[in-house]
């Protein structure tokens, strides 16, 4: 560690402080799949049923943070979990200000979930793994890149030419198969907004 780095963590409003302004527990919703399994649309809906809801979201999404924060990333095996170290980092300074993130990323290996798991906390961490099955995945392909990969332009491509391990015990699994949507993010907020519910009981 930098001896001359010195944070001012100490200084400023603390997480509890926000979460009582903002009347929600902030945490990471973090969801984890295939490229084209459907996770930034589950994540989009998720956030619009939480707004109507009152509560006060902000996605991050692999495309988003690759084209910004990230974008001197490539994708080797160092690189990929560097941006997901940088993603939990982020994530975890908004969830200190009492934010509910919404985090969707292929994150493709239990060693980058852990890291983001580690990072975050364990209790805030809340994994969405969206099975969507490898060939519905390639059949959707709403960007053109499993026809790339099968055609060798692009490598380490999560699901062809790189693995993508399946969640020991995510928090929710979905079945993005399934043609009614409302129905699964209806499911989804069973699970979710006991997690991030505002609980006066809790304040220090």
Known sequence: MNNNIYTTFDKIKDRNAK????????????FTGLSGSGKTTLASQLEKRLFELNYFCQ???GDNVRSGINKN???TEEDRLENIRRIAEVSKLFMNCGIILIC???????????LAREIIGEDDFL????????????????????KKARAGEIKNFTG???????????FIEVDN????????IREMLKKIIPEIKFDPSNIL
Do not use: H
């Open 59 to 61: 996605i991050l999404d």
């Open 104 to 114: 969707a990323f292929i994150s493709p290996t239990n060693e980058m979930r852990e």
């Open 127 to 146: 994994e969405v793994f969206v099975n969507t099955p490898l060939e519905v995945c390639e059949q959707r392909d709403p960007k053109g890149l499993y």
């Open 160 to 170: 062809i030419s790189s693995p993508f391990e399946i969640p020991n015990n995510p």
């Open 73 to 75: 990333l490539k994708f």
């Open 19 to 30: 979460e009582i302004y903002l009347k929600q527990q902030g945490k990471v919703i973090w």
């Open 177 to 184: 198969t399934r043609p009614d949507m409302d129905e699964t």
